[in-house]
């Protein structure tokens, strides 16, 4: 029906195989040495990349659950002065919780806060690999100015795969404080 060619398609009876230089067309078996080497490449990229995600990954548990820590008490301060109602931080070595006064002023810590950016509770538990050390209270309640009502607010470590950090909440504004 056709004759020859249409814009780019090939007339009928072409033949897909690679011509050789010489002109010969026959079928040629393998992979150029160009594509091996594209290959082997994004091999390698996805390696450097994904690799540290499965080995030795206790160090980067470690600093992100230090930065869930250090955020959950600032979290529990700032619900605090924007509801006027007491909130509670706890924390111990197998997690942390944060829990809102019901009712206010009753002194009852019953209601769990919720996550900003999540379903559920704002509370956490220590992923394994991952020590966390608490001294002091393990309980800070905090006011509805955000003052922490505790005599003896708790100093944290979280250490583990390498990484090892403290940080404390100061006793009169409830700043968290990283220590060095």
Do not use: W
């Amino acid at each position: 029906m056709f004759q020859g060619t249409i814009g780019i398609l090939p007339s009928p009876g072409f033949n897909f195989s690679r011509v050789a230089p010489n002109g010969n067309s026959k079928r040629h078996r393998g992979f150029t040495l160009f594509e091996l080497i594209i290959t082997l490449v994004l091999i390698g990229v996805l390696v450097i990349i994904a690799a540290p995600r499965f080995i030795g990954f206790q160090g980067y548990d470690a600093r992100g659950f230090f930065d869930k820590l250090t955020a959950a008490p600032r979290y529990a301060q700032m619900q605090a002065t924007a509801s006027g109602c007491s909130t509670r931080f706890t924390i111990s070595s197998s997690g942390y919780s944060l829990e809102r006064e019901f009712p206010c002023g009753s002194g009852n810590f019953s209601l769990p806060i919720p996550h900003p950016s999540r379903s559920g509770a704002f509370a956490g538990s220590t992923p394994d690999g991952v020590q966390v050390q608490v001294s002091g209270a393990g309980s800070v309640p905090f006011n509805a100015l955000g003052v922490p009502q505790v005599a003896d607010p708790p100093t944290v470590t979280v250490s583990g795969g390498g990484f090892s950090q403290s940080f404390r909440i100061v006793p009169d504004t409830g700043l968290v404080e990283v220590l060095p």
